[in-house]
């Protein structure tokens, strides 16, 4: 597999969440030899440089391990939509909260927005495949808009769009036409060089999204309209701030990176919680403080406030005591004492 980053250029503007991948423990598993793999991918995915004749298709590629392994790849979003297939084995498999074991033939369907990893921590032996593809968005409510050069009817592609976006079942068994669809991919990723074979992976690809909508279709597929709800958006927003609550957060970034207005957001946010969006981010860096203050006995209370998000020591002690009627000192001392008591 050719490991290159030369010449990439950066992705279109994002939050910390959405960025392409430079799958850096697989990149390191292929160095050291521990499998077999080729790929190819744009901006930071490793692999072979896909051309423009394919825009908007990010990463597309394979793993073969057939030995015990001592990596993974850890809990990540992607910017697109991915696909992952496994031909042989069995591959530990998380998304979000959910765990789960692939065994062969077994397609997973992973939403932008879903947090997911692929080991436990370390992946299982097997032949694994991933495609992602960008679709412009973000978050549950966001319209799809797939690459110009897929090729489905108008019909066809609706109506796949729709069971993607409102059906939240993340693994599929497939038949022997995915599967050799996929080992066909594998051909043409293992020929390509500098955008030869853009044409026939373009085909493969729309080959492959005609056989999905085969395998979704069914009458079995429940679809909920509610998973496009833009509250649906706010709730994850408001998931990834607890892990960010250090970022110089205002309302109108707040909103951009929900992908909502800032009207929608404070209704949405005071559904959720019952607060403001800024006065949910002030309550949860003051537990954020409160915690550190317990645990954190070799930062002072100035260090505290400032890796909790707080623009002074001073503004913080002003909020701390307003909301626990209490200096943050006198909450440490009084804390301390009840541990020794």
Known sequence: MEISLEKIQPYKEADLIYHADTCSSLTDAIIRKKIESNSLGRFTYPGKRLCEDTLGLNSIGYWDADSPQDWGLDWHRNEGIEFQFLASGSMPFSKEEKEMVLT?????????????????????????????????????????????WISLTEKDLSRLTTILRQNAKTTWKTDNKIRDCFKNIQNT??????????????????YLLVLMLELLDTDDVVLNEAL???????AYFLKELDLDLVNDWTIKSMSKSAGVGVTRLTHHCKQLTNLTPMKYLF?????????????????????????????????FSTIFKKYEKCTPKEYQVKYLFSQHN
């Open 228 to 234: 496009t709800d833009s509250s649906r958006s706010v």
């Open 283 to 315: 309550i949860r860096r003051l537990e954020m403080a409160k915690k550190m203050m317990k645990e954190e006995h070799d930062f002072n209370i100035s260090e505290i406030a400032y890796k909790c998000g707080f623009s002074s020591s001073q503004y």
């Open 189 to 206: 990723i293992d020929s390509y060089e500098n955008g030869s074979n853009a044409s026939k992976l373009r085909v493969l690809i729309n």
């Open 104 to 148: 062969p033939n077994h397609l997973a369907i992973i939403r932008p927005w879903e947090e997911h990893r692929v080991g436990n921590p370390n992946i299982g032996m097997g032949k694994f495949f991933w495609i992602i593809i960008d679709l412009g968005v973000r978050r549950p409510h966001e319209e799809w808009v797939w690459p110009d």
